[in-house]
């Protein structure tokens, strides 16, 4: 990280993007396994006022997004690896109104003590296709509370090298000069914001949110010189709202405007000459309890309430205006849960008001009467998480089209919905409301798993539960259902009956069994009030080991559970034998446990191999165990009863074990490690002895430790990464890439005459038979 000079702050070309110290590459292709909609928080999205058809989505830990001409999205952070990891959190985004290339991001996912990076402020000008970032020194806050507020970076309309940005944590006003390179505080800027959603929380509440959006009045001067009108809002219920007359010379208050709630987005209309700001009560991801809508007029320099909830039990967020026809604007209300989100529009500058629903209390008809007919044709699982919101929830952002009124979309928290049709609803005319956020592959993946019969791969995942993956190109047609459950925490298959499959999630019954691959699931008969945890399959499917409530617990066929008596309480890492009904494997921190009773009792066999992250095992051969810890890579062929350290790597967060290459070659391995000093994403063909890096300078699939992995049975090469913010990737070698010569397990390795590979796989020793023939084993 970069020293801060006292000037300001000195921009630096993007790192992360180097030469690999590692000498062999084998390039991969990635894809990401479809879904069809985002599965996480969309909460900023700016189109561009220059150039039609050009348009951003920021996400609070996905990152950054551009729109493509077919209403799908394009992925611009996918570079992220683990030395970038922060920037996958975008805490706010900003259009040059001038120059449709230029696009800048506030870069960070955390201002607590889980990100130990400071923010940084990200320029492109080509479209968000590379990147130049200047460092701060302090923390941004993408993945914060208030997120979705805004926004609070902004490019000055009438002089695009001229950016503000309002920051967190009490840091105040940062001004550039010269389009992101340097940056210096605001010293004239006093206000930073009081509001802690709350106090003393060591999570995503305990900070102050700080600055909440920045805006300009593009009348105020001509272009070319920097816009004498500026307005700033702050989370603060007393002043709330702040303006500068003198392109930020001096600052002020805005008087007479409204106290004891939060400004939440503003944007400015030149035409009415008015600045409309959505207030709430509170910064809280998940909800408000009361807000209003206020405009306030420059030239006579009065503020007029134009709405109110009138005590519905929510605020107001996400606000936009209609350039081609004045007046009209439109609001979110601010994460309301019941009976539905909602929008208010009105083409008369907040004078009347219609609703995107209204609510009938006659009881004749139903309750909810829609404007829209909902489309949710991409993503057709949506109704099982969503239920009978069809407007959605955590709405946080909501975007008109400049160059199209018919074209809206707003964020919520599990897609991007919008519409090509909005002006039917000012005919009284039904409009479709689809989800439309294609290609924004944005979940936290929890848990995978690859079965060698039915689906290719089986997923859990934060918040929207997980799916059955019957094509990894083609989204799921549903979500898992009888239990849906929000977060689900893991899923596994047992191994020579993979038709069975467990997954646990946060939710009633907390354990769910499939005995079709995971088409259809029943809650396991013991499960109790248990939820969450890891849950394992014997090879056989009928014994499930459960890690829950900081211990290990037993149960054969679905009868009650029984806890683990010999082995501490604490947070496990678990694993089973593929082949072998009996044999289970637990971690906790250094410790490594085996049981040969299918989970009943365990034994100790080693604290010695360093911190343990994750157990792979290898499913064509019993007691073939992998373990990656802090110091590398450890390998066991007697079932974990002794270790070797294999390979080169320093440092390894996951290693599992896929289909070999040929029939009778070694397993191909896959690990996220640390080789010759570089993290990245490796597979080895020889028993571990050597590695090829697969990830690469496109793909980095952000930090390695929040990742989750899952080998192929069934073809050679493939991997699956789930990612903390990116979705699923899976990746397969291309054909024209080389393969590092290694002889087969039991394959020749020497002998007169013999040209092939003369190194045999790790473990095994090349024998000589006899002048003609050598071979591993």
């Known amino acids: 990280m970069k020293k801060v000079a006292a000037v300001g702050i000195a921009l630096a070309a993007l790192s992360g993007i180097h030469a690999s110290p590692v000498n062999y590459t084998q390039q991969y292709t990635w894809k990401n396994v479809r879904t069809g909609a985002s599965g996480g928080f969309v909460d900023g999205i700016v189109f561009s006022t220059k150039q039609k058809g050009v348009a951003y989505a920021r996400t609070d830990i996905g990152g950054l997004y551009r729109l493509n001409a077919d209403d799908s999205w394009t992925p611009l952070q996918d570079y992220v690896n683990a030395t970038l990891w922060n920037e996958h959190g975008v805490d706010a985004l900003a259009l040059d109104p001038n120059d449709a290339a230029r696009v800048y991001i506030a870069a960070g996912l955390y201002t607590n003590s889980w990100d130990p990076y400071n923010g940084k402020i990200l320029s492109s000008t080509d479209y968000g296709k590379t990147w130049s970032r200047a460092y701060f020194p302090f923390k941004f806050g993408g993945n914060m509370a208030g997120r ?36 210096a505080k605001v010293t004239s800027y006093t206000a930073v914001g009081t509001h802690i959603v709350q106090p003393g929380d060591t999570g995503q509440n305990g900070d102050i949110i700080g600055l909440t959006f920045v805006t300009f009045d593009s009348t105020s001067s001509t272009l070319g010189t920097a816009s004498k009108r500026i307005f700033v809002g702050t989370a603060d219920s007393t002043n709330t709202v702040y303006m500068s007359e003198d392109s930020g010379a001096t600052w002020s208050a805005i008087p007479g405007q409204p106290t004891g709630f939060l400004s939440h987005t503003g944007k400015y209309s030149p035409t009415e000459k008015a600045l409309y700001v959505s207030y709430v009560d509170t910064a809280n991801t998940y909800g408000g309890s009361d807000g209003y809508v206020y405009k306030y007029y420059v030239q006579t320099k009065t503020w007029v309430k134009i709405l109110d909830d009138n005590g519905t039990g929510f605020g107001f967020g996400g606000l936009s205006l209609d350039p081609q026809k004045n007046g009209t604007v439109m609001v979110a209300t601010y994460h309301q849960w019941w009976p539905d989100g909602d929008i208010y529009r009105s083409t008369d500058g907040g004078a ?75 005919k009284n005319l039904k409009f479709n409301l689809s989800s439309m956020s294609y290609g924004m592959e944005e979940t936290a993946v929890l848990g995978l798993t690859s079965p060698p019969l039915g689906p290719p791969l089986l997923s859990v995942v934060g918040d929207v539960g997980g799916w059955r993956h019957d094509n990894l190109d083609v989204a799921p047609a549903k979500a898992y259902l009888g239990p849906s459950w929000g977060t689900t925490r893991s899923i596994d298959h047992a191994g020579s009956r993979p038709n069975i499959v467990v997954r646990s999630g946060d939710g009633d019954g907390g354990l769910a069994l499939s005995n079709d691959t995971g088409a259809t699931w029943h809650i396991h008969a013991s499960a109790g009030s248990w939820t969450g945890g890891r849950a394992q399959l014997s090879a056989n499917g009928d014994f499930v080991v459960w890690a829950v409530n900081n211990a290990i617990y037993v149960s054969a066929n679905e009868y009650p559970f029984q806890q683990v008596p010999n082995i501490p309480s604490g947070s496990y890492y678990t694993a089973n034998d593929r082949q072998h009904n009996g044999l289970f494997y637990a971690a906790e921190t250094s410790n490594f446990y085996i049981s040969t009773d299918a989970g009943t009792s365990y034994n100790k066999t080693t604290s010695s191999i360093g911190w343990i992250r994750e157990i792979g095992v290898n499913p064509y051969r019993i007691g073939d165990v992998w373990v990656a810890t802090d110091t590398g890579i450890w390998h066991s062929i007697d079932s974990g009863k002794t270790f070797g350290k ?57 930090t390695p430790g929040n990742d989750v992995y899952a080998a192929d049975p069934r073809l050679y090469g493939r991997i699956y990464i789930g990612t903390n913010g990116r979705g699923i990737f899976y990746g397969d070698a291309k054909a024209s890439s080389p393969v590092p010569a290694a002889s087969d397990v039991y394959g020749q390795c020497g002998g007169q005459g013999y040209s092939g590979p003369k190194t045999c796989p790790h473990g095994y020793t090349c024998k000589v038979s006899n002048a003609y023939y050598s071979q591993c084993l």
């Open 646 to 702: 294999v390979g080169p790597a320093t440092d390894a967060y996951h290693v599992q074990l896929g289909k070999a290459a040929t029939s009778n070659g070694y397993p191909a391995i896959f690990a996220a490690a640390t080789i010759q000093g570089w993290a990245g994403h490796y597979r080895s063909d020889d028993g571990g002895y050597t590695w090829t890096l697969i990830s690469d300078d496109q793909n980095g699939f952000g």
């Open 148 to 183: 979705q507020m805004g926004e609070r970076l902004a490019v000055d309309p009438n002089k695009g090298s001229i950016l503000y940005f309002g920051a967190r944590s009490g840091n105040g006003l940062w001004k550039s000069s010269d389009y992101g390179k340097t940056w």
């Open 352 to 426: 009347t008001w219609t609703t995107i629903w209204d609510f009938d209390w006659s009881g004749v008809q139903p309750p909810v009467q829609r404007r829209y007919d909902w489309d949710v044709s991409q993503a057709t699982w949506l109704p099982e998480i969503t239920g009978d919101k069809t407007t959605g929830w955590m709405m946080g952002s909501l975007a008109i089209d400049p160059f199209d009124s018919d074209h809206f979309l707003y964020g919520t928290g599990a897609s991007i919905f919008g519409s090509r049709k909005l002006t039917n609803w000012d």
